[in-house]
């Protein structure tokens, strides 16, 4: 059913209402303007939990999918709605559906069928959704094969207190509405990876996501949180990525993008980095890069202690349409950092500010050229105004969901 046009638009601009305010030329207290910011924020994570704006809204993804009320029914819709650099990730969209229904993992070499772990190893195409809540605590990482979407609509998925989701070496992989926290690592042990093959781990990162040499892959609607090394990781060649609408807190080192200065196989990494809400308690690397080009654009970055955007390597980073509201520590104002260089390095990389939001002293150090070329392989979707980012990000995090009404 289409949302009623009129009606969104009256919430939309109560949403936004106080961005624009902010906006102002106006001269205002600082701490008042802060204050506001934060009574918006605050106002749009009750609307997260109430199921608010479920669609209409501005943003594309949920407008894609989200008005339908017979979601449930249409899962594989979802797989149809990406945008970015990740947009030709299909997941398991031409495959069956598989229920889990053990939220055990008592053999990661031999899986019993039921579980996650069976599911994601399959060689065909699958969409793999749960047949309740559920917490499942992996006793080792789970090793993603091709073609598989993993959705935790309609019920409360977690992946925490184990090693946590891995994606190497495979293509076309759909993560949505699972909450991943308390990540541990792995190893040192046999992990089966397809039905034909499993082979000896050594010591894992930690990651709740791990992308090694992955392609193809959305990551979406998720909560993250605490993990043992970073929440979302891309290394060793992955690309052709999006990381859109999760909700991250309470972790130190949140997202790298690229192996390590050395490793330039990262040189042809394309991430999209969308409507992602960057919460409290985070520190640094939202995300960090190297080598590649990446498009971070309409996020909303509530909280960091040290730096919001960094990277080495001469990577390019487009970032548009952000609201960035800095800390209240004089010293970690700037949204940036160029890192392991010299700044006669450093200010040949292509990094740009386009239409972002600074508030509460944020600043963004741009460099190298201007040139809107220099951003072509760093553009992945248009940017919508910074001053609706609140409204785009609302519902950041995993869903609640309920069967038969919008999601």
Known sequence: MAANPSLSLLVLIALIAPMLINCSPVHQDPEMVVEEVHRGINASLSKRKLGYLSCGTGNPIDDCWRCDSNWEKNRQRLAD????FGKQAIGG???????????????????????????????????IIFARDMVIQLKEELLMNSFKTIDGRGASVHIAGGPCITIQYVTNIIIHGLQIHDCKQGGNADVRDSPHHYGWRTISDGDGVSIFGGSHVWVDHCSLSNCHDGLIDAIHGSTAITISNNYMTHHDKVMLLGHSDSFTQDKNMQVTIAYNHFGEGLVQRMPRCRHGYFHVVNNDYTHWEMYAIGGSASPTINSQGNRFLAPDDNDNKEVTKHEDAPMSDWKNWNWRSEGDLMLNGAFFTPSGAASSSSYAKASSLGA????????????????????????
């Open 81 to 84: 709605c990406a945008i970015g």
């Open 384 to 407: 919508r105004p910074s001053s609706i980012v609140g409204a785009i990000t609302t519902s950041a995090g995993a869903l609640n969901c309920k069967k038969g009404s919008r999601c």
């Open 93 to 127: 969209r031409d495959g069956r559906i598989y229920v889990v229904t053990d939220s055990g993992d008592d053999d990661p070499v031999n899986p019993k069928p039921g579980t996650l772990r069976y599911a994601v190893i399959q060689d065909e195409p699958l969409w």
